[in-house]
C-alpha cells in the first residue's frame, strides 16, 4: 500500500477531510477527530489526514504532555484497545492502525500506541506514518539509542535530511562520544554530500534510499524488493540471494517467507508451498493466521492459474473452468472452516466465512456466520448488506428491507458502499410492491451519480410512465 496525496482520493473522501480541517480550525476539536478518523479507515494511506489526525489529538490535549494522573487513568481504559491491537497486528495491520488510533485520540502521547502505529505502518508500507510515530517515541525516550538512530536513517530514507539531522545533533548531546552514534552522523554527512541521485529531490520525499544508505549493495536489494511489480530478472537475482542465504539462516522466518512469495511470482507454487510447509511444520512461526491463509491464497493462485493454461478453444473449455471454479470454491470453503475453527473469535475470518457460504448458496450458515461479523467494528456494515442479501434470497424481504436500513443509518459517508446498500435496498422494496418507496431511495443516488448501475434508466422509466 503506497501512501497518498489529496489528488489520489476520492470526492467524497477530500470532501470530509476538508469538512475536519475547518472544524479543526474552528478548534471544534472532537468533531475534527471524527471525520479525519472516518477518512482513514478508507484511505490509511492518506498521509495529509494523518497529519490533520495528530494536530486534532494534540490541539485535544492541550498541546502538551499527559499529566501524570490523567495518563494513568487514560492507560487503565486503553489497555484493552491496546492488547485488542496488538493481537490485531499480525492479520490485519490496518484494524491494528485504526485502534491504535483511538488510544491517540485520548492520550496522543502514549508509547504503546505510536508502537503499534509504526509496527502497523511499516507492515502497510506507509513510511511517513511510521515516521511521526518514531519522532514520538524518540521525543518520549531520548535515551533510546537505537530507536534514534532508526528514526534517523528511516528519515534519510525518506528524505526529510533537516528533520534527520535535527535528531542527529540531539543524539549527539544525548550520548557524547559514543561511537555508534559518531559513526552514524559521519555517514549521514557522507550521503549529504555523494550527490550520486541528486538530494535536491529528497526534500520533497521522492529520493532514493540508495542515496541515503551507507551499503550500496544492500540499498539496490531493498529498493527492489520493495518494488509492487518486479521484473524478471530481479526476481530471478533475489531467488537466487535468498537461497544462498538459506542454508546459514534456516530459521529466518522472514526470509523463508519473502522466498515463498517470490516462487508464487514466478508461478513456481510447489516450491512456494513447500517453503510455506516447512515454516508450518517446524512451527517457527507459532500460532499465525496469516500463514494459513498465505498457504491458501497460493494454493488458489495455482487454481487460477491452471484455468490460464487451458486452450480457450478446446470444445469443453467451459466446462473445465467451471469445474475448477467449483474446486476452488470447495478448497477456499474448507480451508476457511478449519481457520474459523483453529481462531473462533477472529470475526474478519468470520466474515469471509461468509461471503464463501453465500457464494456456495449456503444460506443459512452464511446468515449465521454474518450475525456474528456484525460485531466487528471494520466488518459490520459489509456484514449487515450480505445478511440483507440473504434475506433477500429466502423471500424474507421485510427482513431484509429493515437491516439495509439499520445499515444506511450507521453510514455518515455518501461513498461506493452507501449506495449499494441503498440501491439494494431500493430493489428490495420494489419487489415487496413498493414502487414509491423504491423511488425514492433511487432518487438519492440519481442526484449524485446518474451513472450508478441501471438507476438512471430505472428513474427516468418511472417519470415518462406518468
Do not use: W
Request: proline share 3%.
Amino acid at each position: 500500500m503506497a501512501e497518498k496525496s489529496i489528488a489520489d482520493i476520492s470526492r467524497d473522501l477530500r470532501l470530509l477531510f476538508q469538512k475536519g480541517s475547518d472544524a479543526l480550525a474552528r478548534e471544534n476539536t472532537d468533531y475534527a477527530l471524527d471525520l479525519f478518523n472516518q477518512v482513514l479507515a478508507k484511505e490509511p494511506g492518506f498521509f495529509d489526514c494523518r497529519k490533520a489526525l495528530r494536530a486534532a489529538q494534540a490541539k485535544k490535549s492541550g498541546g502538551a504532555s499527559t499529566g501524570f494522573f490523567k495518563r494513568v487513568l487514560n492507560n487503565a481504559g486503553s489497555s484493552p484497545q491496546l492488547a485488542k491491537a496488538q493481537l490485531a497486528l499480525r492479520r490485519d495491520p490496518a484494524e491494528a492502525l485504526t485502534i491504535a488510533e483511538q488510544v491517540l485520540n485520548s492520550d496522543p502521547n502514549s508509547s504503546p500506541a505510536h508502537r503499534i502505529v509504526l509496527e502497523a505502518a511499516q507492515k502497510m508500507e506507509l513510511p511517513r506514518t511510521a515516521i511521526l510515530s518514531m519522532e514520538m517515541l524518540c521525543k518520549n525516550s531520548p535515551k533510546d539509542k537505537t530507536l534514534v538512530l532508526e528514526t534517523v536513517e528511516a528519515l534519510i530514507q525518506n528524505g526529510e535530511l533537516a528533520r534527520a539531522e535535527s535528531i542527529m545533533v540531539e543524539a549527539e548531546r544525548n550520548f557524547p562520544n559514543d561511537p555508534d552514534v559518531v559513526q552514524a552522523h559521519k555517514n549521514f554527512s557522507a550521503s549529504k554530500t555523494l550527490g550520486e541521485g541528486g538530494y535536491e529531490t529528497l526534500g520533497g520525499g521522492q529520493g532514493s534510499f540508495r542515496d541515503a544508505l551507507r551499503n550500496k549493495t544492500e540499498a539496490v536489494s531493498l529498493e527492489q524488493e520493495k518494488r509492487v511489480q518486479k521484473n524478471e530478472d530481479v526476481t530471478e537475482r533475489l531467488i537466487a540471494e535468498y537461497e544462498m542465504r538459506l542454508p546459514n539462516e534456516p530459521n529466518n522466518v522472514k526470509l523463508l517467507r519473502s522466498l515463498a512469495e517470490l516462487y508464487t511470482q514466478k508461478k513456481q507454487f510447489a516450491k512456494s508451498l513447500e517453503v510455506y510447509e516447512r515454516i508450518k511444520t517446524s512451527d517457527l512461526a507459532g500460532s499465525d493466521p496469516s500463514l494459513d491463509r498465505a498457504i491458501a491464497d497460493t494454493r488458489v493462485k495455482k487454481m487460477e492459474h491452471a484455468a490460464g493454461e487451458l486452450n480457450p478453444f478446446a470444445p469443453e473449455h467451459a466446462e473445465q473452468i467451471a469445474k475448477i471454479q467449483a474446486d476452488k470454491l470447495t478448497f477456499q470453503l474448507a480451508e476457511c472452516q478449519k481457520r474459523v475453527e483453529k481462531f473462533p473469535t477472529d470475526l474478519a475470518m468470520r466474515f469471509e466465512l461468509g461471503v464463501l457460504y453465500f457464494q456456495a448458496g449456503k444460506i443459512g450458515e452464511a446468515i449465521q456466520e454474518f450475525q456474528k461479523a456484525q460485531n466487528s467494528p471494520h466488518k459490520r456494515i459489509a456484514a449487515m448488506s450480505y445478511l440483507a442479501q440473504c434475506f433477500a434470497k429466502r423471500k424474507m424481504f421485510d427482513l431484509a428491507a429493515k437491516t439495509f436500513q439499520n445499515a444506511i443509518k450507521e453510514k455518515t459517508l455518501f461513498d461506493e458502499e452507501k449506495k449499494d446498500l441503498i440501491y439494494n435496498l431500493g430493489c428490495v422494496l420494489e419487489t415487496m410492491g413498493k414502487k414509491d418507496e423504491a423511488l425514492e431511495q433511487l432518487k438519492q443516488i440519481y442526484e449524485v451519480d446518474i451513472g450508478y448501475k441501471d438507476v438512471a434508466a430505472k428513474v427516468d422509466a418511472y417519470y415518462a410512465g406518468q
